[in-house]
């Protein structure tokens, strides 16, 4: 009987951090129910799951409680950001965002990782802590995709609030508005939503680009 306790503890102390408190260690579609997913393209849906599940077998995050998904393939004008719980595996936000000036008027062509640019970045990022700045209140992002994301701490480009983020704005010029590359949201909204994802949380910004798509290691089966 002693032995059986010891082992229970020796597993619950080197147990890996990822699965502690529910969270797996790898995610799949299947275990999300469809018709939680809002409109949210589920093709985009199952690269991001395969993405956040690399990441964190890989060890570049741990315990991710959210996964952010930001489908650029769609125009500005719809609702094309998720929020999910990794933990209870529901939709929490279905929201619309900004992309950078650089990047397209109301639909999104090109993206970037340089400064200056004002191009939003696709890829994988992971959440970090918040501030408040000239955009008010704003939650840092770290980049995880070299080459494709990773100047995003030193390009400032963070998740922050915007009154050009709205339905009102987009009947009166037919898009959003837009940033310097951030992932700008709705004022309404952007306060909540940070602190639920803040702290260790995935980002994931997808368009159908070929190089992306070819690079970005998150996406190549964890290899």
């Not at 009154?163 to 992932?183: E, H, I, K, M, Q």
């Not at 290691?217 to 964890?222: E, F, N, P, Q, T």
Request: proline content about 3%.
């Amino acid at each position: 009987m002693r032995l059986i306790i010891a082992l229970a503890l020796a597993i619950s102390v080197f147990a890996p951090k990822n699965i502690e408190a529910g969270v797996a260690a790898s995610f799949a579609k299947a275990d999300f129910a469809s018709a939680s997913l809002g409109s949210m393209d589920e093709d985009v849906f199952d690269l991001a799951l395969g993405a956040a599940s690399c990441a964190v077998k890989s060890g570049a995050v741990e315990r991710p409680r959210t996964l952010t998904i930001i489908d650029y393939s769609r125009p500005s004008t719809e609702k094309r950001m998720w929020v999910v719980d990794l933990t209870t595996r529901e939709l929490l936000y279905e929201e619309l965002v900004a992309h950078g000036q650089g990047t397209g008027a109301n639909i999104a062509s090109k993206f970037s990782n340089a400064a200056d640019s004002h191009q939003t970045s696709l890829g994988l990022f992971v959440t970090d802590t918040t501030y408040v700045g000239k955009n008010g209140y704003s939650l840092r992002l770290d980049g995880l995709d070299k080459g494709i994301n990773d100047r995003a701490r030193d390009r400032a480009i963070v998740m922050h609030g915007a009154p050009y983020v709205s339905d009102t704005f987009v009947r009166a010029n037919g898009r959003l508005g837009r940033s310097w590359g951030c992932p700008a949201v709705s004022d309404a909204v952007a306060r909540q939503l940070i602190d639920r994802v803040k702290g260790g949380s995935l980002v994931f910004a997808y368009y159908p680009d070929a190089d992306f798509l070819k690079t970005s290691k998150y996406l190549r089966g964890c290899a």
